[in-house]
């Protein structure tokens, strides 16, 4: 039986969630589980750790439901029945390709005031953590999930979507076309391996990534340009981390910010600045072509088949052409960084 005192401790945390089932999904094929056991040991008790914290009535009391999942199929199942059965919640355990897709479903959802959609609690525990990053200063997953149900604020955030041969597939943070999809796609069907080895490729081969020649179409943005020699499009929907970082990107204002890199930038001093200054929309840099998106299409005007990356996993597209888009503040996600500028202007 608990004490009044312990089981009152938290109820403030319960009562701002609209039920009190918790839905936390995770890869049961992630690479953690296979390569290391030693971190797969570590890993495992890091999630038993959550689920005391989440369901342990000396805690949160939380009715949780952890669920192991084998394929990103499985992984849907598992969130459209969380969000169909009204849970207050749902945690992807995984990196930002992983929070994107949870993210998808969600904004997928309807919502009325009656039925409100679940938060989304991202706690990191993937290869690329980027947008854990900027809602939370808490690199470990158990005190990242302490520190968003203790002192998380609600906002709702856009989700940028690549639309491709009529299959859609999310970003939360970034996506791309040009050099940084490509090394992603060579590392992909190479076998994959450790991601430094991506960017030791890219050093050693990037006079070797063929640019590209887009045709931009927006008519929302009233865009309607070709550009030539393009060595990376980078794609961002928020995030001052990244690749190819754009820091007035805001995840609440209904479009994605893109630069166009023309392919010069892949040499020398260029490239070293590129790596470490991010772009901003007052500050081009020699040629760089800044631009909002909100309902684009892309063309390779030679007609080959177009690659891009979303969350750092590459894709291809079927065909020369790809849709990007967004879906305007349609997730609720928990935040202790209300007030970057990430997520500025949240009301």
Known sequence: MKSPESSNQFADVRERFHDNRITVVYNANAGIFKKDPIQALWFKH????????????DFFDFDVNMTPTTSIAHANDVVDAAIDAGHGAIIPIGG????????HRIALAKETKADPKPRLIIVGGGTQNVLKSEITNQKDIVKATVDLFVNGKEVYVDLGVVRANNKDVPFAINAGIGMDAIM???????????????????????????????????????????????SAMPIVNGGKYGIFPITNSNMTDGRVESVVLPSHLKEGEHL????????????????????????????????????????????????????????????????????????????
Request: charged share 25%.
């Open 46 to 57: 890091k999630l038993n750790v959550m689920n005391t914290l989440l369901s342990g009535s």
């Open 96 to 103: 930002d390709s992983t929070v994107g897709r949870v993210a």
């Open 184 to 230: 992603l796609d060579t590392w992909e069907q190479g076998g994959k391996g450790s991601r430094v080895d991506i960017f030791w490729h890219f050093l050693k081969d990037r006079h070797n990534i063929k640019p590209v020649d887009l045709h931009v179409f927006d008519t929302l943005e009233e865009i309607d340009q070709i550009f030539e020699s393009v």
């Open 272 to 347: 070293m600045h590129l790596l470490t200054t991010s772009l901003r929309a007052n500050k081009s840099f020699e040629g760089a072509h800044y631009m909002g998106l909100q309902n684009a299409t892309i063309k390779d005007i030679n007609g080959d088949e177009v690659i891009f990356q979303c969350d750092g996993d590459p894709h291809r597209a079927g065909s020369d052409e790809i849709n990007v888009f967004t879906m305007r503040r349609a997730v609720p996600m928990m935040t202790t960084n209300a007030d970057s500028s990430t997520l500025a202007n949240v009301a």
